[in-house]
C-alpha cells in the first residue's frame, strides 16, 4: 500500500505560477512511472505529464511549454512547475505512480486560475 498526498494547489491569477508536489508515503518499489493527470468541472480526466524511471517524459499537448514535471526519489516525491497558467488550466489535479502493476492516486489538490 502506498498513499500519496498532493499539496500547492491555491488560486492564482492568469499568467500566474504554481508548484505541485505529490509525496509518497514511502519509497516506491520496481518504479515505471509517475504522473499528473487532471480533471476539469464536467470534463473527463486528462492527462498533464508524466515521467518514467528513466527521465522520459511525456506531456499533454495543452501544457507542452508551459509545464515541467520532475521528480525526486530520495524524498518519495514528484512535482509539477506550472507557468503561464490559463484559466482553462482549472481543474483538480491527480498525481499517479505505477508500481508494479499496481496504480495509486492521490487525492487530488484544486487548481484555479482566475482574475
Known amino acids: 500500500q502506498v498513499q500519496l498526498v498532493e499539496s500547492g494547489g491555491g488560486l492564482v491569477q492568469p499568467g500566474g505560477s504554481l508548484r505541485l508536489s505529490c509525496v509518497a508515503s514511502?519509497?516506491?518499489?520496481?518504479?515505471?512511472?509517475v504522473g499528473w493527470y487532471r480533471q476539469a468541472p464536467g470534463k473527463q480526466r486528462e492527462l498533464v505529464a508524466t515521467i518514467t524511471s528513466g527521465g522520459s517524459t511525456n506531456y499533454g499537448d495543452s501544457v507542452k511549454g508551459r509545464f515541467t514535471i520532475s521528480r525526486d526519489n530520495a524524498k518519495n516525491a514528484v512535482y509539477l512547475q506550472m507557468n503561464s497558467l490559463q484559466p482553462e488550466d482549472t481543474a483538480v489535479y491527480y498525481c499517479?505512480?505505477?508500481?508494479?502493476?499496481?496504480?495509486?492516486w492521490g487525492q487530488g489538490t484544486q487548481v484555479t486560475v482566475s482574475s
Open positions: 514511502r519509497m516506491i518499489w520496481n518504479f515505471y512511472r
Open positions: 499517479n505512480v505505477l508500481e508494479g502493476v499496481n496504480l495509486y
